[in-house]
T-cell receptor, first 113, second 110 residues
Framework: EAQVTQNPRYLITVTGKKLTVTCSQNMNHEYMSWYRQDPGLGLRQIYY???????DKGDVPEGYKVSRKEKRNFPLILESPSPNQTSLYFC????????????FGPGTRLTVT | GQQLNQSPQSMFIQEGEDVSMNCTSSSIFNTWLWYKQDPGEGPVLLIALYKAGELTSNGRLTAQFGITRKDSFLNISASIPSDVGIYFCAGRSRDDKIIFGKGTRLHILP
């Protein structure tokens, strides 16, 4: 089954404790992206990757890192999480950069205390 | 930065009613998409529009790409309980940025 998977689905952590949210897709998609969703603000892009070893900042990249060492995986790293990073995070992928139709993962709800 | 203004923010309707929502922008967009997000899940693509004036249907859903390329609307006919959720418009601007609207939350009253 074609899908985007994220882990963990729920995470509660403390300020400053490094964490990684994994994202994997099995559709051989070139383009992958991370979004955060906050009430009243909709979906905002954090980082995106057009292919292996190619990543770029989205609209709200501060406090986040990403890597794309393999085509299927695109982890989101929070080196020193802060409470303002409490949010619902979605990973998404599409066939290639020019294709806007994205497949979204199920989401990761992160709480930073 | 570029923004998509999506309205209304939320809607309360009776089952069986038709629904209409729209997205507007001050900038021209090359592509418009409409997504639906069910509670506890990620957004799922409903309809994609690629040409100004294009009108596309997907079952009870109909969406149009505005002639000015600065707006799009989504209509849902004869709403049913499973239509509940958040509907997002998204567009690709001329500089290839993907931008989402803030969503329209649809509630259906029993």
């Amino acid at each position: 089954e074609a899908q985007v998977t994220q882990n963990p689905r729920y995470l509660i952590t403390v300020t400053g404790k490094k964490l990684t949210v994994t994202c994997s897709q099995n559709m051989n998609h070139e383009y992958m992206s991370w979004y955060r969703q906050d009430p009243g603000l909709g979906l905002r892009q954090i980082y995106y990757s057009m292919n292996v070893e190619v990543t770029d900042k989205g609209d709200v990249p501060e406090g986040y890192k990403v890597s794309r060492k393999e085509k299927r995986n695109f982890p989101l790293i929070l080196e020193s999480p802060s409470p303002n990073q409490t949010s619902l995070y979605f990973c998404a992928s599409s066939l290639y950069t020019g294709v806007l139709e994205q497949y979204f993962g199920p989401g990761t709800r992160l709480t930073v205390t | 930065g570029q923004q998509l203004n999506q309205s209304p923010q939320s809607m309360f309707i009776q089952e069986g009613e038709d629904v209409s929502m729209n997205c507007t922008s001050s900038s021209i967009f090359n592509t418009w998409l409409w997504y639906k997000q069910d509670p506890g899940e990620g957004p799922v693509l409903l309809i994609a529009l690629y040409k100004a004036g294009e009108l596309t249907s997907n079952g009870r859903l109909t969406a149009q790409f505005g002639i000015t390329r600065k707006d799009s609307f989504l209509n849902i006919s004869a709403s049913i309980p499973s239509d509940v959720g958040i509907y997002f418009c998204a567009g690709r601007s001329r500089d290839d940025k993907i931008i989402f609207g803030k969503g329209t939350r649809l509630h259906i009253l029993p």
